[in-house]
């Protein structure tokens, strides 16, 4: 289903590189972005961000020959969940493998994703390998690695201090809300000092600050930790999440974020198949593919390439 920029749905904006549309799997209605033709990359996002993040990388993946598919996650305006929704990583994987089977026919899609859209990818390339060709993954290493990280470096903790702060009952939003954003303002600019994006966190902000956003995006960190915001009926799917991954996987950094020191022990996390590689963006921070698009596309072209056999 196409969707109008005129329609009334909160977040949507005028674009002139891709289309929306709209499609429902499992209890999300997903609206997500289109260009291209070709073979199929898809683009999933992170904190605080959405699919428009990604416009850069549609312009160009789009001009190069790949159909471009960018949904905005659930819990994202504009896609709208049913009911009591969860918001835990199996969830988002089964979602993922899901809509490959909706938008591109159950065949194998290339996979980018940055920040929790990494964190999303890395559960896709575990519990549903058979969904995807080749991952290139922004800024977050394997969970298992920052886990191990988290357990034994007071400065890893420092930096993911909101992971903890988000664990709180309702003072995250509340914090959120009374300050109008200006706390996700706060870790954008921490996250990536020099990269002034005042026009994308204008629209970020404010569509955070509709409906239950702020509430939906913070459940994906309460579910990283706490058993009673994670869907019981997919434990298998959870089970699954942290396999060894065996499809190629490339995992890329900046140079100015620090959780570019956890890349190279990452790697017992990967089969001799995945033929790991990790590299750096110079001088970009934790949104490394607004900060420097050129280098990020130009690794994204060059990883998803046709192999030799």
């Known amino acids: 289903m196409n969707l109008s920029t005129n329609d009334k749905a909160p977040g949507i904006k005028t674009t002139a590189y891709a289309e929306h549309k709209s499609v429902t799997v499992n209890d ?18 992170g904190y605080p961000d959405n699919a428009y993040s990604w416009e850069h990388q549609i312009r160009y993946l789009s001009k190069a020959g790949y159909r471009v598919i960018a ?47 990494a964190a999303v990818s ?11 060709r080749r991952a290139l993954v922004l800024a977050v290493p394997h969970p298992v690695e920052v886990v191990r990280t988290l357990k034994r470096s007071p400065r890893h903790i420092i930096r993911s201090f909101h992971w903890f702060l988000f664990q709180l009952p309702w003072l995250p939003e509340r914090i959120i809300r009374f300050n109008k954003g200006r706390f996700l303002r706060f870790l954008w600019n921490l996250w990536s000092p020099n990269f002034n994006d005042h026009e994308h966190l204008d629209h970020i902000v404010t569509t955070q600050l509709t409906g239950s956003v702020v509430e939906d995006t913070i459940a994906y960190y309460r579910a990283a930790t706490q058993l009673s915001y994670r869907d019981p009926a997919l434990k298998p799917i959870f089970d699954r999440l942290n ?33 790991y590689q990790f590299g750096l963006i110079e001088g970009a921070g934790h949104f490394l593919h607004r900060e420097k698009p050129a280098s ?14």
């Open 243 to 275: 396999d060894i991954i065996t499809k190629p996987t490339r995992v890329l950094c900046g140079t100015r974020d620090m959780r570019k020191e956890m890349l190279p022990r990452a790697r017992d996390l990967f089969a001799a198949s995945a033929d």
């Open 71 to 117: 949904p905005f996650l659930r819990g994202y305006a504009p896609t709208t969940t049913h009911g009591k929704a969860y918001f835990d990583r199996a969830t988002l994987a089964r979602d993922v493998a899901s809509l490959i089977d909706v938008i591109n026919n159950g065949e194998p899609v290339f996979l980018v994703g940055q920040d929790w859209g």
């Open 296 to 309: 990020v596309n130009r690794e994204i072209v060059e990883w998803f390439k046709p192999q030799d056999n």
């Open 122 to 132: 890395y559960g896709v390339l575990g519990a549903y390998p058979e969904k995807i």
């Open 28 to 45: 999300a209605d997903y609206v997500y972005l289109e260009a291209g033709g070709g073979d199929t990359v898809f683009l999933l996002h």
